[in-house]
């Protein structure tokens, strides 16, 4: 079953090829009109006035963006749109994580494998690898697990709460707590709202000083800032991060809109 949680026998062996998602680049020397071209908004952000424009040079592909369409356009729309209701917020919000987790789920490792169908005829089919886990960042983490849970009926969820101080913006851990082999297995690392990646960045060496390898987290977000992707990929080259749009303004709303709390 997928992403049942079931024990591996280590991940250190041959390497899966990941599946092709749209790139984020550049737009400086784009002239299409044409909305299905990726995007990043180089644009700096305005908490960060010494901000440098991002490209897929110094950002590379480890950043992965969900290809673009109108419905995922739309959502992204309602979720940013002041007027929208908390109930059509949420919805909306649940829809595009679904989509996230579906694409992050595809990002593991899997191999082929044959299976006899009713009839009596052989299917060559895939079937993905066990050893997989989520963790999600309290508490707008906790917004994509019933997501996962709902692709991966089985599969096992640790948690993380990092808070960073008002002032210096320095994040600090104080709650963690993970599958006791967390070190021989995919992480899908849930986080909505990617704006400077300090949260990220702290939970990832949380994640490390329990063994997990970067390059075995899949960073699952909604949004990104240049200044957020930049700043993880810089400090953990091997993480991958999988989103939906990179662009200056985060909804950092999004936490408090989601629970209800704002």
Do not use: W
């Not at 729309?77 to 209701?85: C, L, M």
């Not at 508490?139 to 709902?150: H, I, N, W």
């Amino acid at each position: 079953m997928l992403c049942h949680d079931q024990h591996v026998n280590g991940v250190s062996g041959q390497e899966h090829p990941m599946k092709q998602v749209r790139f984020a680049n550049n737009n400086n020397n784009s002239n299409s009109n044409s909305s299905s071209v990726p995007v990043v908004l180089t644009s700096p952000e305005p908490s960060d006035p010494t901000a440098q424009p991002v490209s897929q040079d110094n950002l590379g592909p480890q950043l992965k963006l969900l290809p673009l369409n109108d419905q995922i356009r739309e959502l992204q729309t309602i979720i940013r749109d002041k007027t929208t209701s908390r109930g059509d917020f949420v919805f909306c919000a649940d829809r595009l994580i679904r989509l996230v987790v579906e694409e992050g789920l595809n990002q593991l490792p899997y191999s082929e494998c044959t299976v006899t169908t009713p009839t009596g005829y052989k299917y060559e089919g895939v079937k993905f690898e066990r050893g997989n886990c989520g963790v999600s960042i309290m508490r707008s983490g906790e917004a994509m697990e019933q997501g996962l849970r709902d692709c991966c009926r089985s599969i096992r969820i640790g948690k993380i709460l990092i808070q960073s101080d008002e002032e210096t913006q320095k994040a600090k851990v104080y709650y963690a707590k993970f599958p006791p082999d967390v070190y021989r297995r995919k992480v899908l690392l849930m986080y909505p709202i990617l704006s400077t990646g300090n949260t990220v960045i702290e939970a990832v060496r949380v994640l490390i000083e329990h063994g997990v390898q970067p390059k075995h987290i899949i960073l699952l977000s909604l949004f990104s800032t240049p200044h957020g992707a930049k700043s993880i990929i810089q400090e953990f080259p091997d993480i991958t991060i999988l989103t939906t749009e990179v662009h200056p303004v985060a909804p950092t709303h999004f936490g408090q809109r989601y629970f209800g709390t704002d």
